[in-house]
């Protein structure tokens, strides 16, 4: 039987996509769950619970919403209970712009110059999940 070329590549593609998307988990994992509460602030957590793993996501989602729902969807093949989310930004790189004018005068020249700093960031999520006792 004959394979075809592109069937071929397609597996190697989907097995690149598959680790682009991988969001990397440190922690305990339980049975999985099918429920997971989200929280933004550890205050709001009514319930006793350990603390099982973290995740760091900030890359590869077209809004924050998809990543807000991958980090859920996460902590359920892990087995939380529960999500804590923080959003942050962090500084990737910065670009700098100098600019400046030259003012000829009678007597004197005179150079006036500024420049502009643009921070590139990237937004992440910070989540701990949680296992409730």
Do not use: H, W
Not at 78 to 91: P, Q, R
Not at 102 to 131: E, L
């Amino acid at each position: 039987m004959r394979k075809l070329p592109f069937i071929k590549s397609a597996g190697i593609l989907m097995i690149a996509l598959a680790s682009a998307c991988a969001t990397p988990y440190f922690g305990k994992t339980f049975t999985p769950t099918q429920n997971v509460d989200m929280y933004l602030d550890a205050a709001d957590v009514k319930k006793t619970y350990e603390v099982m793993g973290t995740s760091d996501v900030d890359q590869g989602f077209s809004s924050l919403n998809a990543l807000q729902q991958k980090v859920i969807e996460l902590g359920k093949t892990k087995g939380a209970d529960g999500v804590i989310m923080k959003l942050t930004e962090e500084v990737t790189g910065s670009t700098k712009n100098d600019f400046g004018t030259t003012d000829k005068g009678k007597q004197n020249n005179t150079y006036s110059s500024s420049s502009i700093t643009t921070n590139t960031k990237v937004k992440k999520v910070q989540a701990t999940f949680i296992k409730y006792k």
